[in-house]
């Protein structure tokens, strides 16, 4: 990919990538596809997969993403950088749509890929399958990985992907939060927030931050804190004009403040909240996230 990175299209695909442009985005991608062969078709199918992801309302439209990815992988079957960021965004599909049989499918090629040919943030994507696993220290382990593979990128990759550290640390945040190790989880949310606030805001994910600051609260037993804090988060997501939160998002979203309404004792805004979760997962086959609401429910109508 070295000969064509350094062209015009490819650097104002990167600015409307930072800037949140998705408009120019869009029509330098299908302006690049209309030209160009081998590994750099390759990678503008594996940008244009990830995009149609993000922008699926329902599962049976990520088909067309699959259908991008297969298609890279022809383009540029022997090049691998290529095979690498195909791989990569195919398995953080597979990640974020909780499609567990497929992010097995790409994470064993993945991992040897990954040994051969840096994958940038692949570390990312593990600590977030961690974190929906609730494997805890794994997804702490693999955002340690995360910061420090962005730490090691060169000074134009790190300026281009500078809105990724503050969800590092939210969401390494939420996992030591998890973990019951409340002032390690604090001071990394507070990292998140200070590294935020110098950044564009339509570029933060606010409500991973919003998220991160409530689970820190209610892991300290701070309930009106944490209800204050995930209600911010999602009027500050708003309000930037952020993409749509995934699927997966709100329903942890959900999840999240049905668990602040157990902490309460309110069993009745436990179980409404839960229950909005459960519709989201349905809706879009979220078999993890229903896995583990359900699995709460059993915890406290048994108890």
């Given at each position: 990919?070295?000969?064509?990175?350094?062209?015009?299209?490819?650097?104002?695909?990167?600015?409307?990538?930072?800037?949140?442009?998705?408009?120019?985005?869009?029509?330098?991608i299908?302006?690049?596809?209309?030209?160009?062969?081998?590994?750099?078709?390759?990678?503008?199918l594996?940008?244009?997969?990830?995009?149609?992801?993000?922008?699926?309302?329902?599962?049976?439209?990520?088909?067309?993403?699959?259908?991008?990815?297969?298609?890279?992988?022809?383009?540029?079957?022997?090049?691998?950088?290529?095979?690498?960021?195909?791989?990569?965004?195919?398995?953080?599909?597979?990640?974020?749509?909780?499609?567990?049989?497929?992010?097995?499918?790409?994470?064993?090629?993945?991992?040897?890929?990954?040994?051969?040919?840096?994958?940038?943030?692949?570390?990312?994507?593990?600590?977030?399958?961690?974190?929906?696993?609730?494997r805890?220290?794994?997804?702490?382990?693999?955002?340690?990985?995360?910061?420090?593979?962005?730490?090691?990128?060169?000074?134009?990759?790190?300026t281009?992907?500078?809105?990724?550290?503050?969800?590092?640390?939210?969401?390494?945040?939420?996992?030591?939060?998890?973990?019951?190790?409340?002032?390690?989880?604090?001071?990394?949310?507070d990292?998140?927030?200070?590294?935020?606030?110098?950044?564009?805001?339509?570029?933060i994910?606010?409500?991973?931050?919003?998220?991160?600051?409530?689970?820190?609260?209610?892991?300290?037993g701070?309930?009106?804190?944490?209800?204050?804090?995930?209600?911010?988060?999602?009027?500050?997501h708003s309000?930037?004009?952020r993409?749509?939160?995934?699927?997966?998002?709100?329903?942890?979203?959900e999840?999240?403040?049905?668990?602040?309404?157990?902490?309460?004792?309110?069993?009745?805004?436990?179980?409404?909240?839960?229950e909005?979760?459960?519709?989201?997962?349905?809706?879009?086959?979220?078999?993890?996230?229903?896995?583990?609401?359900?699995?709460?429910?059993?915890i406290?109508?048994?108890?």
């Amino acid at each position: 990919m070295s000969a064509w990175v350094e062209s015009v299209e490819y650097q104002q695909a990167m600015n409307a990538c930072r800037t949140n442009n998705r408009a120019a985005l869009d029509r330098i991608i299908e302006e690049r596809l209309a030209t160009v062969n081998g590994p750099e078709r390759a990678f503008w199918l594996s940008i244009r997969a990830g995009r149609r992801a993000k922008d699926a309302v329902l599962p049976d439209l990520l088909e067309f993403a699959w259908a991008d990815l297969e298609e890279a992988h022809r383009a540029a079957p022997d090049d691998l950088a290529a095979s690498a960021m195909a791989l990569s965004a195919a398995f953080r599909i597979a990640v974020h749509g909780e499609m567990a049989d497929r992010a097995v499918k790409y994470l064993i090629p993945l991992r040897h890929v990954h040994a051969r040919a840096p994958v940038p943030f692949f570390w990312q994507d593990m600590g977030q399958l961690n974190m929906k696993r609730g494997r805890w220290h794994k997804a702490v382990q693999a955002f340690d990985r995360a910061l420090t593979l962005y730490q090691s990128l060169d000074d134009y990759e790190r300026t281009l992907h500078e809105c990724r550290p503050p969800h590092f640390h939210a969401w390494r945040g939420i996992s030591l939060a998890n973990l019951g190790l409340v002032e390690q989880a604090r001071q990394d949310v507070d990292r998140a927030f200070a590294l935020s606030a110098e950044l564009p805001a339509q570029n933060i994910n606010h409500l991973a931050l919003g998220t991160g600051r409530a689970e820190v609260a209610l892991a300290a037993g701070l309930l009106q804190e944490a209800r204050t804090a995930l209600q911010q988060g999602l009027m500050n997501h708003s309000l930037h004009k952020r993409p749509r939160a995934t699927p997966a998002q709100l329903a942890e979203t959900e999840f999240l403040a049905a668990r602040i309404a157990r902490a309460e004792g309110n069993v009745v805004g436990f179980d409404s909240f839960c229950e909005k979760a459960l519709k989201i997962c349905r809706q879009h086959r979220l078999v993890m996230t229903e896995a583990k609401v359900r699995a709460a429910q059993d915890i406290v109508h048994a108890s």
